[in-house]
């Protein structure tokens, strides 16, 4: 475990003892603003993306975070058996209560505690996650789609079968921490002999040394591959939402199941349409008489254009609604939004001499009775000034 590594809360921004739905948030914004995909080449977003990710593994785990909140960073580093979303404590996992006596005060207590063994270096472990990103359209994400996704991951060595050692080979128990993946080391100090447990040198933890490695991945039981999988996108999903596959991320360790593969979604902006939760708004120019003496317009929804027929005396800002053409809730078949058409006016310009004058000869007829708020609009002023 490093004695660099930042504050899980703090990386994500968020106070000790905020809610699941705020430590979500939190992680979408922070992996959405350092992702790969929109950081090409910016090793600084890279690291950022990776702390982002372990602090959000650790907090969004029920069970990882306890121990978090109890231990820091020793409950959940794997060294001491903790690992991500494994649960239990840091030291109820093979570690006997007489080697931490025994590490921090030797031999003062008598020895009165007996070594039961240390954490199991050879014990399954989930592979860690991964993650790809997919652009889709506006009507993709309302109507939902296929995609097919191509990710890096790490998979088991085929030509081993995940041992790492060589064909006709096998690997054997490490000569000096006799498999345990530690080794002891006694100190004296003025306070009495201290004995702490330090990961072995020679197999790395592993408890086990390769004498033949395996040519294609090097010894470690594991390589990287290009994958595809398609995706079932849903209707409704949203910009910068995450659908999660399980089982498709990273190998798992000594047999340990493989971690999940996560998708961010991005979701273009569309011309016309705006998302409001699961409402779609838009804008529908009219002209000036369409306005005034009423008209059957056109209105594009996501399934096509419909018919409207607007009413006389419509007024720039009027919106009206079209009910059940919105976008489909997440997870509810059959369960739509509307779409609300909030209508602009456009005043003609490059009027010929013709249209001039029929707009004159129109002025001249009219009357207060035909503009209601510039009625009262005038009215209030005569009050403000009669005062």
Known sequence: MSATKRDYYE??????????????????????????????????????FKEVNEAYEVLSDKDSKARYDQFGHAGVDPSYGGGYGQGGSPFDQDIDLGD??????GGGFGG?????GRVNANAPRRGSDTQATINISFEEAAKGCKKEV????????????????ASGTTAKTCPICKGTGQTKVTQ?????????????????????????????????????????VEVNVPAGIDDAQILNISGHGNAGINGGPSGDLHV???????????????????????????????????????????S??????????DVFKLKGKGIEHLGSIGRRGDQFVKVTIEVPNNLSNKQKDILK??????????????????????????N
Do not use: M
């Open 308 to 317: 409207y027929q607007i009413h006389e005396g419509t007024q720039p800002g």
């Open 11 to 48: 990386v994500l921004g968020v106070q000790k003892g905020a809610s699941d739905e705020e430590i979500k948030k939190a992680y979408r914004k922070l992996a959405k603003k350092y992702h790969p995909d929109l950081n090409p080449g910016d090793k600084e977003a890279e690291s950022k």
């Open 361 to 386: 000869e129109f002025e001249a007829t009219a009357t207060e009775d035909n503009y209601k708020k510039r009625k009262g609009f005038f009215e209030k002023l005569k009050s403000i000034f009669s």
């Open 112 to 116: 009165g505690f007996s070594s039961r």
């Open 264 to 306: 961010y979604i991005n979701v273009r902006p569309h011309p016309v349409f705006e998302r409001r939760g699961f409402d779609i708004w838009c804008e529908l120019p009219l002209t000036f008489t369409q306005a005034a003496l009423g008209a059957e317009v056109t209105v594009p929804t996501i399934d096509g254009r419909v």
């Open 188 to 228: 004296r100090t003025p306070f009495g002999v201290v004995q702490t447990a330090r990961t072995c040198g020679k197999c790395h933890g592993s408890g086990k040394v390769i004498e033949k490695p395996c040519h294609k991945c090097s010894g470690t039981g594991r390589i990287q591959n290009l994958h595809k």
């Open 100 to 105: 931490i006596f025994s590490s921090f005060f």
């Open 150 to 165: 191509s990710y890096k991951v790490v998979e088991k060595c085929k030509d081993c079968n995940g041992s790492g050692a």
